[in-house]
């Protein structure tokens, strides 16, 4: 089965800096996708990036960005220029046939 | 475009009752899938809907089901109710069917309370 790790529960950026979440993924398929969604307070969740497994290049979406390592199963994403409204509890998930999330991430910015 | 909505936003329920939860996906969107979000086990995947028919279903009991309408609208049963099934429902669609490929839209979710 395909799992999806989060090792970080909680982290914490100081605004306008940077920060990486982390997430790694087990499978045994080639063809896959990988997201990143954000669910603030008001929990309704929201797609932040994409990242599709057959794709070598690593996705990017004005300050969000991944590091795609397909051999080492891992996706990360880079937060750059951190602002208040990107506090929010984030999920990595990954999709072959069904959505797997990962634990989740909350983060934290501060002023 | 109308985003996805989730009816009821809250329901209290006690245990032994049956629910049923409804789910209007972004028009156009054939597809429907519906997760449960709980502090314990996190975000899992319930099933998908397809035109009408349930395409994929995840590892819950068969308390949990589903269905779809010709319109794509979709409702999800929850009978016999337990205290654990107490979560945020959330219903996501998608134009095709949410193999990665489409986009998922999430609903607000739906809170449900069982005591």
């Known amino acids: 089965a395909q799992t999806v790790t989060q090792s970080q529960p909680e982290m914490s950026v100081q605004e306008a800096e940077t920060v990486t979440l982390s997430c790694t993924y087990d499978t045994s398929e080639s063809d896959y996708y990988l997201f990143w969604y954000k669910q603030p307070p008001s929990r309704q969740m929201i797609l932040v990036i994409r990242q599709e497994a057959y794709k070598q290049q690593n996705a990017t979406e004005n300050r969000f960005s991944v590091n795609f390592q397909k051999a080492a199963k891992s996706f990360s994403l880079k937060i750059s220029d951190s602002q208040l409204g990107d506090a929010a509890m984030y999920f990595c998930a990954y999709n072959n046939n069904d959505m797997r999330f990962g634990a989740g991430t909350r983060l934290t910015v501060k002023p | 475009k109308a985003g996805v909505t989730q009816t009821p936003r809250y329901l209290i329920k006690t245990r032994g009752q049956q629910v049923t939860l409804s789910c209007s996906p972004i028009s156009g969107h054939r597809s429907v899938s519906w997760y449960q979000q709980t502090p314990g086990q996190g975000l899992q995947f319930l099933f998908e809907?397809?035109?009408?028919?349930?395409?994929n279903k995840g590892n819950f009991p068969g308390r949990f089901s589903g269905r779809q309408f010709s319109n794509s609208r979709s409702e999800m049963n929850v009978s016999t109710l337990e205290l654990g099934d107490s979560a945020l429902y959330l219903c996501a669609s998608s134009w095709g069917l949410a193999g990665g490929r489409y986009e998922q839209f999430f609903g607000p979710g739906t809170r449900l309370t069982v005591l």
């Open positions: 809907y397809f035109s009408e028919t349930q395409r």
